[in-house]
């Protein structure tokens, strides 16, 4: 086994590990891929492959660096996490103790969110074709909803006196971004500039109808107008252009102030919050490495273009929600497999694991996402040469053309990064079980989301009697 050398433990090390992957997974002495005080072997064997792992105080300390980067910069900061990036019940109580907020996308996350007891006036519920089961549970809880669409600020008005409840409501925006007309980044809604690939999607109302809604609801009794919202998404790593994003927030309530009377007391300007790390992640061969964005330089950027432009327009500074996701939760996790066969071909060797991109979302939709590493020995040189697949009917690359060590039959390998979207998006292509998640903390390893079995897959299929009966009825004699 190769020596490794853990490090004093320090506020920016607490573990000691020689090779820190985050501030809480990394090497540990014995050479092994560890979370926190647990191996990952250890949790490996115990738990099977594949597996998802969660450090809690790595996603505690995600949360905390966000909030402190954007609170550093501006008065009056909610951190709303975007729940679809890991929905696991145990992961909303910990964001719930740190006094986080969430974005809820649909009956079922506002429901899990709900069911955490997360307090409902930090929660919004987005989405573009709201349900009315969706707008009745929002209403009742006293959820604000952002509207999207014409005739949702009529219907959130019906349900809102059946049900004789007050509701607050925001309004999606769809910006103008012209700054962004001459700006490229990571083609996530086609190819095209920024501006226009913001402007191809279902998202967000024009000014014309921001005002129509704004001057019915200021008729409504029963309707608080709240916020505005807008979702950059992650079309982009540079932090200037959520700053012209958040710019024309501001922009967008001088308009609003002027033909309605209106000032949004609050803007919510979503997601799409990169991380970088050293060894480099992200989209596109590694654009996240540690000259990305930290939650300060988003926080002193975005805080500094609102004051700005507030000043200029003469408009009280506005409360900020942010909803990160992938920023908070991704690089809170990691994906386990264990490697099978491996075969060597004429010019590339492939090693099968047994877990696959249903259970990477992004591996194959963005190129070398999830950085892979050995779980056992990790330090070993990284010489050979490798496509990691997994075992679905698909060419299934979790992993192509990677650079590891010598792996065996049994042995584990894990991607880093993979606490967010990996778990809420995985599939059951090829009728495959949903992996289990263990949640470390220090020393302790609990299981926050069981295994599928046979009978979660087989159960939920129906076979329709007169299929049984041309099946298995005898033939009458
Ligand atoms: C997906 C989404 C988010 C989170 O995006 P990340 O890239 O994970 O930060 C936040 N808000 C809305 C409305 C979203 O659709």
Redesign the pocket.
């Known amino acids: 086994m190769t020596q490794h050398q853990t490090q004093p433990k320090t506020d920016a090390n607490p573990c000691g590990f020689s090779v820190q992957y985050g501030k809480y997974i990394g090497i540990g002495a014995n050479g092994n891929l560890w979370v926190d005080g647990c191996d990952v072997q250890a949790l490996a064997e115990t738990h099977g492959a594949p597996l998802y792992i969660i450090s809690e105080n790595e996603l505690r300390d995600r949360y905390r660096a966000f909030r402190d980067g954007f609170l550093a910069h501006y008065p009056q900061v909610e951190i709303?996490f975007?729940n679809?990036?890991n929905n696991g019940l145990a992961i909303r109580h910990i964001l719930n103790q740190e006094g986080a907020g969430g974005?809820c996308?649909g009956v079922n996350e506002m429901y899990i969110a709900l069911l955490a007891g997360t307090d409902p006036q930090k929660l919004v519920l987005?989405g573009s074709n709201k349900q009315d089961e969706e707008l009745e549970m929002a209403i009742a809880n006293g959820i604000c909803v952002?509207i999207d669409a014409m005739d949702e600020l009529d219907r959130i008005d019906v349900i809102s006196k059946r049900l004789g409840r007050k509701v607050a409501i925001g309004i999606?925006l769809k910006l103008d971004l012209l700054p962004l007309a001459g700006r490229t980044g990571v083609a996530m809604h086609g190819p095209g500039t920024l501006k226009e690939q913001s402007d191809s999607t279902k998202?967000g109302m024009t000014r014309e109808q921001t005002v129509d809604i704004v001057k019915r609801a200021q008729k409504m009794a029963n309707i608080e107008l709240k916020e505005t919202?807008f979702?950059l998404?992650?079309m982009s790593n540079d932090p200037e252009n959520f700053a012209i994003m958040a710019r024309e927030m501001i922009v967008w309530s001088g308009f609003l102030r002027d033909e309605t009377g209106w000032t949004p007391p609050c803007i919510?300007i979503?997601?799409?919050?990169?991380f970088g790390k050293w060894y480099g992640t992200g989209p596109r061969s590694q654009i996240d490495d540690s000259a990305a964005p930290t939650p300060d330089i988003y926080g002193r950027l975005c805080g500094a273009a609102i004051r700005e432009e507030a000043e200029r327009l003469k408009l009280p500074l506005p409360k900020l929600r942010i909803?990160?996701?992938?920023?908070?939760?991704?690089p809170s996790g990691v994906a386990v497999g264990q490697v099978g066969a491996i075969k060597q071909g004429a010019s590339k060797k492939w090693v099968n694991l047994d877990l696959s991109t249903n259970h990477l979302s992004w591996a194959s939709a963005l190129d070398w996402y999830y950085h892979a590493v050995a779980v056992k020995d990790t330090g070993r040189e990284a010489n050979d040469h490798v496509d990691l697949v997994g075992p679905l009917c698909n060419s299934d690359e979790v992993g192509a053309d990677r650079v590891m060590p010598l792996l065996e039959r049994g042995d584990f390998v894990a991607f880093l990064d993979a606490g967010?979207?990996t778990e809420s998006g995985a599939a059951r292509y090829n009728a495959q079980l949903l992996p289990a998640t263990v949640l470390v903390s220090g020393d302790t390893a609990e299981v926050t989301t069981v295994r599928e079995q046979w009978r979660d897959v087989a159960g939920r299929f129906k076979v329709p009697p007169r299929l049984l009966a041309a099946s298995f009825a005898k033939p009458e004699k």
């Open positions: 709303l975007a679809k990036s974005d996308f987005n952002n999606r998202w919202h979702h998404s992650r919510d979503g997601g799409g919050w990169t909803e990160p996701g992938r920023a908070i939760s991704g967010g979207y």
